[in-house]
């Protein structure tokens, strides 16, 4: 048979937004006005086919934005290229959830069981449960406070369901069984979801300001450029990433260009980012900043760093 054309994308830039919705709400008119990206968008469904990327600079980073094609209902089960489309929005940092101001919390309803059925998980915390399977032993379950929602026969069933005899359980919270049952297939991925609400220009205003009160949401309209501006804003803080610069010996640092990397990054994750062999090698490093106690702070291996810190790494001689 003929191949099928290329549907994933490489990764590039300091972070990716996948944006996902339903055909025909926005999301090609989005990626045009805050990239200069050209993706097709028309008046008709099912424009886009394949997956554009786009780049967004912004705070002297550079995230990269996926245009997917429109997602249908029954989309988990492959309807429309949907699970090609939600593989992808699994790769990246954040969802940008687009949906349209008329029928926003319905469609974004949808979209959020669609993502459910496939393992992803919006805007909560992964349980706090250790699950450890034994060789012998049995099942021993233990619970740090009172459960309300499961109790331990409950949960002796599903692993006998799945023949799994002994193991290790210990619940640090009133979790329910589908929690439960999460952290047992243990191939959940936990993502931070942004709901963006498009088309806003063609509801009251009554409506505008009561769905932009919901948690989680921005209110846009992309055609007139409305509220663009905070909708990056809030992208930055969902992404929950830090700026860091490198100072070499002897000069001033590069203020240009950061190194982005996750919230609550230690000098270890820096220096394995920065080469394999820094890590090895390292001796101590000079932090300028807010992480700093004094200007410059010498510090060890197992610093936190925060947003905007300069650091100056030393090492010994390589051998």
């Known amino acids: ?71 249908i209902e029954g989309a988990s089960k492959g309807k429309g290229r949907g699970k090609q489309v939600i593989a992808v929005a699994r790769t990246s940092d954040l969802i940008l959830m687009v949906v349209e ?27 706090d449960i250790t699950y450890v399977i034994k060789k012998t032993g049995g099942i021993k379950f233990n619970s740090t406070v009172e459960l309300t929602h499961c109790d331990e026969k409950l949960c002796r069933d599903i692993l006998h369901m799945r023949k799994v005899h002994n193991a290790d359980i210990l619940f640090r919270g009133n979790y329910t069984v589908d929690e439960f049952i999460d952290v047992v297939e243990g191939n959940r991925k936990y993502m931070r979801c942004l709901y963006c ?14 769905v932009a009160r919901l948690p989680d949401t921005v209110v846009i309209s992309a055609h007139w450029k409305l509220n663009l501006d905070f909708l990056l804003d809030k992208m930055w803080e969902y992404l929950d990433v830090v700026r860091l610069y490198t100072k070499p010996r002897g000069k001033r640092p590069d203020f240009s260009e950061p190194v982005v990397v996750p919230r609550g990054t230690a000098i270890l994750d820096l220096c394995n980012r920065i080469h394999r062999d820094f890590a090895k090698r390292f001796k101590t490093a000079n932090v300028w900043g807010t992480s700093a106690k004094h200007v410059p702070q010498s510090v060890g291996i197992k610093h936190v760093l925060q947003d905007e810190d300069v650091v100056q790494l030393m090492t010994k001689p390589g051998k």
């Open 1 to 71: 048979g003929k191949a099928g054309e290329g549907f994933d994308v490489a990764r590039s830039g300091d972070a990716r937004v996948a944006m996902v919705g339903f055909p025909s709400v926005g999301k090609s008119t989005l990626l045009s006005t805050l990239t200069n990206t050209k993706s097709e968008a028309a008046a008709y469904a099912f424009t886009t086919l394949t997956c554009i990327p786009g780049v967004v600079p912004y705070n002297n980073s550079k995230i990269q934005l996926l245009d997917l094609p429109g997602i």
């Open 101 to 127: 101001a008329a029928k926003a919390e319905l469609q974004a309803k949808l979209l959020t069981k669609e993502l459910e059925d496939v393992g992803i998980r919006i805007n909560c915390r992964p349980p």
């Open 197 to 210: 609400i498009n088309k806003v220009d063609t509801i009251t205003v009554g409506e505008m300001d009561r």
